[in-house]
């Protein structure tokens, strides 16, 4: 069993985020711009889901989509209009959700259009979102099976609702299980103290000593 925070490996995450240019948004701001020749057009996220890079064109007809701008699609067929990027945090699909950065266009002064900064989601094995990032600091987090979350809030990514809230001083996470040690409330959270266990299949929570 291994603490939650380092489900993925921090070596191999800071290497992918190296490799595909997301370090910059991983920490706040717009991607870095790559070479149009280094732009991978389609990227794999497993479970017949790929994200495809599409064109933006100017005035002068050429393609300036050069920060892997993509839609989603699955098996072959496009999934929606919506703008996604691979992230740092992006390995592809595991346990039916994967992470994905969204973008909405946005007008600047001059009034041309473009894209805001993103914001992390999660995406479901249907392709919707189910759970986004609610500022710039708390980013969402795959705890596994239908289990996430976001700073101290833990929600079940089938219904969009709230597990608990739960002010961890440490976590256990197993293959099956969730083990949490809620000593302080420093988020207002109206749970009892003590040491929780939350399902990750099922999300069901279950307190396992009489602390109150």
Not at 143 to 170: E, F, H, M, P, R
Not at 171 to 196: C, E, M, Q
Request: proline share 2%.
């Amino acid at each position: 069993m291994k603490n939650d925070h380092n489900s993925i490996d921090p070596l191999q995450m800071f290497y992918q985020m190296m490799s595909d240019g997301s370090v910059e948004r991983f920490f706040g701001g717009m991607p870095r711009t790559e070479p149009k020749e280094n732009v991978v057009k389609h990227q794999s996220l497993g479970n017949g889901f790929e994200l495809r890079r599409f064109e933006i064109l100017d005035e002068d007809g050429d393609d300036i989509n050069d920060q892997r701008f993509s839609h989603l699609y699955k098996d072959g067929v496009k999934v929606s209009d919506v703008v996604y990027r691979k992230g740092g945090m992006c390995m592809g699909f595991r346990d039916g959700y994967c992470y994905l950065i969204k973008y909405d266009k946005v007008e600047n002064n001059e009034g041309r259009l473009g894209y805001d900064f993103g914001v992390h989601v999660i995406i479901n094995s249907e392709g919707n979102i189910c759970l986004s990032e609610n500022n710039s600091l708390d980013h969402p987090h795959h705890c596994g099976g239908n289990l996430a979350k976001i700073g101290s809030t833990y929600y079940d990514l089938t219904t969009g609702q709230i597990v608990a809230v739960c002010d961890t001083s440490s976590t256990i996470d197993g293959k099956d299980y969730l083990f949490l040690n809620h000593r302080y409330a420093w988020d207002g959270s109206k749970l009892p103290l003590g040491v929780y266990q939350i399902n990750k299949t099922t999300c069901e929570i279950i307190k396992l000593d009489e602390t109150k």
